[in-house]
């Protein structure tokens, strides 16, 4: 079993930056492709952005594109997301994830995710 823990969110005005972490349980952490999601209120998930597994490359979402960086650190079993230049509608909880299999290096579809984070709030607002 897989457990992940996010940590870092807060209220930040427009134009600040926050940092996300998510602590993984386990020893199959660095094996597996990791991803951020968010959903806002009455919206559904949306994909933010993934990592492969040894964090040369990412992917971004175009919303959050040149703004938010994924990154990872395999020996800490940790995976991060910062963001900067916030806005208002980056408000929304935000979740990491990890793929449900070790093939799978890239996917914006929250199905090809199997275990979740419970999840953290980040509110951008004046």
């Known amino acids: 079993q897989v457990q992940l823990v996010e940590s870092g969110g807060g209220l930040v005005q427009p134009g600040g930056s926050l940092r996300l972490s998510c602590t993984a349980s386990?020893?199959?952490?660095?094996?597996?492709?990791m991803g951020w999601f968010r959903q806002a209120p009455e919206k559904e998930r949306e994909y933010v952005g993934s990592?492969?597994?040894?964090?040369?490359?990412?992917y971004y979402a175009d919303s959050v594109k040149g703004r938010f960086i994924i990154s990872r650190d395999n020996a800490k079993n940790t995976l991060y997301l910062q963001m900067n230049s916030l806005k208002p509608e980056d408000t929304a909880v935000y979740y990491c994830?990890?793929?449900?299999?070790?093939?799978?290096?890239?996917?914006?579809?929250?199905?090809?995710?199997?275990?979740w984070g419970q999840g953290t709030q980040v509110t951008v607002s004046s």
């Open positions: 386990g020893r199959t952490f660095s094996s597996y492709a």
């Open positions: 994830a990890r793929v449900n299999s070790y093939s799978r290096t890239y996917s914006t579809a929250p199905a090809s995710y199997d275990y």
């Open positions: 990592i492969s597994t040894s964090g040369s490359i990412t």
